[in-house]
């Protein structure tokens, strides 16, 4: 067995440490090496200790989460755990793993750290089914402002250059990310890349073939020969 990845939880409130240890406590991989209540404690910490994961709040005294983060020459793997969703797209432009919003559950972090571990080439105990979708939320820039989407409302994802059609139904969004990075935010929730230019949502898949899918808002999408064993793999006829 490998040594466990160690894990660093930094938060201003006791009660956060609390709900994070309850969820941690079936993951046997993960082992809490310290706990912080500053940027100033967790950077001390860092610096004397092998740290690999950062569970980190954003509003933190004198320094915030983010402005720490600046300051690592080499910062570990970040899975930021906030109550503001206004910080996401700064989050990931420093390479965050995940971003997370209180109030947090078991299933969200579980799947946040299957992405930690996909990273790190860890094993992932447990694939995360498409059923694991659930309600939860990305959040994307769309224009000027932050939106949040619904993942299990969305049928798939296309890439537009630097930018990313998202559809829900016949509705279309066009969001300012890419392809690739929307996919390194949504690898733990079931989509898949079935193509270079589509990630796809399993549960609006209503039928495939050996070439086509088609979505439950009847677009189809044609199966790149590099993701042809993939797809069959993910969406076995029923």
């Known amino acids: 067995m490998s040594a466990p990845f160690k894990l660093l939880i930094v938060d201003d409130e006791p009660l956060a440490h609390q709900v994070l240890l309850h969820h941690l406590a079936v993951h046997e991989d993960m082992e809490v090496a310290g706990r912080c209540y500053s940027a100033a404690e967790a950077m001390a910490a860092l610096a004397t200790d092998p740290i690999d994961l950062l569970l980190l709040d954003i509003q933190l005294p004198v320094l915030t989460g983010l402005q720490m983060l600046k300051l690592l020459a080499k910062p570990p793997q970040v899975i930021l755990v906030t109550a503001y969703a206004d910080y996401a797209l700064d989050g990931f432009a420093l390479d ?29 105990p447990v694939a995360v089914p498409a059923a694991a979708l659930g309600n939860e939320q990305i959040v994307l820039k769309v224009d000027r402002e932050l939106r949040r989407f619904d993942l299990e409302t969305i049928c798939c994802f296309e890439g537009y250059g630097n930018y990313v059609k998202v559809w829900q139904g016949e509705r279309m969004t066009l969001v300012s990310a890419t392809l690739k990075a929307i996919s390194e935010q949504t690898a733990g929730y079931g989509f898949v890349q079935v193509h270079k230019s589509f990630l796809v949502n399993p549960r609006q898949v209503q039928s495939l073939d050996s070439q086509m899918l088609r979505l439950s808002n009847q677009q189809q999408i044609r199966i790149g020969e590099a993701f042809k064993e993939q797809a069959r793999r993910i969406f076995t006829p029923r």
Request: glycine letters at 6%; aromatic letters at 4%; proline letters at 7%.
């Open 96 to 124: 965050v793993t995940d971003y997370l919003l209180k109030p947090l559950s078991g299933e969200r972090l579980a799947l946040a750290l299957d992405k930690v571990r996909r990273r790190a080439g860890l094993p992932v």
